[in-house]
């Protein structure tokens, strides 16, 4: 494995961003209307698709 690039990195940051949960705050704000984060992701079961 070698050194990641710039832009790699940069989609790997947003992606560990991407995969929190809702803030409990945004769940009272709607009522519970939003719930869960549906673009969360378990690094078990789902893979990041990423060309070199």
């Known amino acids: 494995m070698g050194k990641k690039s710039q832009l790699k990195k940069a989609r790997l940051g947003k992606k560990l961003k991407q995969n929190r949960r809702?803030?409990?705050?945004?769940?009272?704000?709607?009522?519970?209307r939003v719930q869960y984060n549906r673009m969360q992701r378990d690094w078990r079961k789902r893979k990041l698709k990423f060309k070199e």
């Open 22 to 32: 809702v803030p409990v705050l945004a769940t009272l704000r709607t009522h519970r």
